[in-house]
């Protein structure tokens, strides 16, 4: 995963980043050492902290801090396999069928993306196939044809510097919901509250066009991480690759359970205001 990596390379090419600095050395507490007892419980709580950042990161605004600091979060090789990955996890799941939907990733506030090819069967992508454009849609690597849908990532990425990966996908319960007239609802569930938050609605525009590019950048601008496009497909916007996917994800579970509720002649019950009040403050959404 994207998200799973910290690297601090910076602090790795140090010079005191050698086997002088205790932190590097294997401690065990069974051999004897200058290091107490308290020292060993601090460095295993740090190391602690360092495993639940990773977990954080999606959710704490920290990347503006390290790019200052030239750290290194990720690189596009990373990028590379996590857009060939979901590409995959999407195609099993349904979410995307083998020539429809498209991924694009890239560095943190880059000019340029990643994004998969067109007319290429998406459950078997590999690297050589993905096209890396610049946000002008002028082509810096890759041999194939990029998704005709290059425009609507390049306009989401000029308008919201926080997306770094959009996932854009073809989900038949969302789909079906929508074209049936039903608005999902996003406050069925305490994961939908916290991570959908809200969904926006873009009307039909042919895909590709730049009709299309317009309607969808003047919604995200909105801060949105979720669009539904009517009779299309939805967006899953992300600081990375795993929260984009996790975020389309969710779209088609929420859908799939309203469907279950109202296949059984009920409306779906929603979560107290109170609770998604104090949702609000626990999670500052």
């Not at 601090?8 to 069974?30: H, V």
């Not at 107490?36 to 601090?42: F, R, S, Y």
């Not at 299309?212 to 003047?218: K, R, T």
């Amino acid at each position: 995963m994207v998200a799973r990596t910290l690297i601090f390379r910076r602090a790795l090419s140090r010079e005191d980043a050698g086997t002088s600095n205790p932190i590097n050395q294997k401690i065990n507490p069974r051999h004897k050492t200058n290091i107490d007892e308290k020292t060993i419980n601090l460095l295993k709580l740090t190391s602690t902290l360092l495993y639940h950042l990773k977990a954080l990161l999606p959710r704490i605004n920290i990347i503006h801090y390290l790019e200052m600091e030239n750290f290194e979060l990720f690189s596009e090789k990373e990028i590379k396999d996590e857009i060939i990955r979901f590409s995959k996890v999407l195609y099993e799941k349904g979410l995307i069928t083998a020539l429809g939907g498209n991924i694009s990733a890239r560095l943190p506030r880059a000019g340029e993306f990643w994004i998969t090819p067109s007319q290429v069967f998406k459950g078997a992508l590999k690297a050589e196939d993905l096209v890396k454009l610049t946000l002008d849609g002028e082509i810096v690597e890759g041999l194939l044809k990029p998704s005709i849908e290059w425009p609507m990532h390049a306009a989401v990425y000029r308008v919201r510097p926080d997306v770094n990966a959009i996932v854009h996908a073809h989900n038949p319960m969302v789909l079906g919901l929508t074209l049936a007239g039903k608005k999902l609802k996003t406050t069925i569930t305490d994961e939908a509250v916290i991570l959908l938050r809200r969904v926006e609605e873009v009307e039909f525009k042919f895909p590709g066009t730049s009709y299309l590019a317009e309607a969808v950048a003047s919604v995200a601008s909105k801060g949105v991480r979720a669009i539904i496009l009517k009779n299309h497909g939805v967006l899953g916007l992300g600081t990375n690759l795993l929260e984009a996917e996790a975020i389309v994800e969710l779209l088609e579970a929420i859908a799939t359970i309203e469907f279950v509720c109202y296949t059984l002649g009920a409306e779906p019950s929603e979560v107290p205001p109170e609770e998604i009040e104090v949702a609000k403050k626990y999670w500052g959404i």
